[in-house]
């Protein structure tokens, strides 16, 4: 069965996420069926043409598509439990946040209950849910994907990442990953420039235009990983930037602040260089992570 423009679809789970997910494929016209924990977090929804089912049983039996974001996995369990009977036959799309392991375990609880699964990952927060910048990883039943895309769709553009369930889920954790190392360098560096009397906010510009710059390096050290090559195409080696790194931590200290965000590359890097690396590329530090 495939899904179109005026398909119906519940949501379960009217968080700050699920509420974006509602309105998104409210105002894309589908019949939309809610659900939540707190009933009053409905209410926004309903001027909009939601229909708030009285209980998950009522709002999963409502539509083919069943969209669950909530707060974690074992509240995921939690609400669908009880209903697993009443999914069989539907399609689970699972967007709340977990581990891979998490995801590969609702996927074959859904398996076991005979319901077809989707692990999804959004990469959008809630007010960015329906414009061109979100996107959202899928993993699971390929069969699932291809017959509900044009209404998933409608959150943001859908990526499938692979039919191992987990998939989804570890590419989400690794874009989050790779955001949350940049914010601690981020804060870290507003916070240096505040305590020399710079406003943070003069500084953000100049921030933002050197991070872009650097974040250009991304293929290139993804080569070099996908290798594990770290002499090709070496432009600041890494015995230059251990030395210079301990400046950073150096120059924090005299102004005041902990350089506890950015430290923890610093005895990774002088091990690299311990070990006879100082000539390759600083991304050979993943060499000593790998287990
Ligand atoms: N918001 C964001 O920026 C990020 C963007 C990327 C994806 N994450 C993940 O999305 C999941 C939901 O996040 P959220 O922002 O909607 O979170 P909250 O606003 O805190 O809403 C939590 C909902 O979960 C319900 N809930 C919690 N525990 C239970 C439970 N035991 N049984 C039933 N429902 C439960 C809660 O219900 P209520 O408190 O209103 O009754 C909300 O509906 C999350 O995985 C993010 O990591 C968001």
């Not at 974690?72 to 399609?91: C, H, I, M, W």
């Not at 260089?273 to 991304?283: K, N, Y």
Request: aromatic share 6%; net charge negative.
């Amino acid at each position: 069965m495939s899904t179109s423009s005026a398909s119906p679809v519940t949501v379960l789970g009217l968080g700050a996420m699920g509420t974006a997910l509602a309105g998104a494929f409210l105002a894309s016209g589908h019949p939309t069926t809610v659900w939540n924990r707190t009933p009053a977090r409905a209410e926004p929804l309903l001027p909009l043409g939601a229909v708030r089912a009285g209980d998950v049983a009522g709002a999963v039996e409502a539509s083919e598509l069943v969209v669950v974001c909530l707060l974690d996995y074992a509240s995921v369990r939690e609400v669908l439990d009880p209903v697993a009977g009443r999914l069989k036959g539907r399609t689970l799309v699972n967007l709340t946040n977990g581990t891979p392991e998490q995801a590969r375990e609702a996927a074959a609880w859904a398996a076991g209950h005979g319901i077809a699964y989707l692990d999804g990952g959004i990469m959008a927060v809630p007010p960015g849910i329906g414009t061109e910048q979100a996107f959202v990883l899928y993993s699971g039943s390929r069969d699932a994907f291809d017959a509900h895309r044009p209404v998933l769709e409608r959150l943001g553009a859908a990526h499938f990442a692979g039919t191992e369930p987990g998939l989804a889920a570890l590419l989400d954790i690794a874009l989050l990953s790779g955001m949350y190392g940049m914010f601690a360098g981020v804060f870290h560096a507003l916070a240096l420039v505040d305590t020399a009397g710079v406003p943070a906010e003069e500084f953000a510009p100049l921030l933002g235009t050197w991070i872009g710059a650097m974040a250009a390096g991304i293929p290139h050290y993804a080569r070099q990983i996908g290798s594990g090559e770290y002499a090709d195409g070496v432009v600041s080696n890494v015995a230059m930037q251990s030395a210079a790194f301990g400046n950073l931590l150096r120059a924090a200290e005299d102004q005041g602040l902990s350089p506890e965000l950015i430290a923890p590359l610093q005895p990774l890097m002088a091990r690299r260089v311990a070990e006879g690396h100082g000539h390759e590329d600083v991304a050979g530090i993943v060499e000593l992570l790998r287990r």
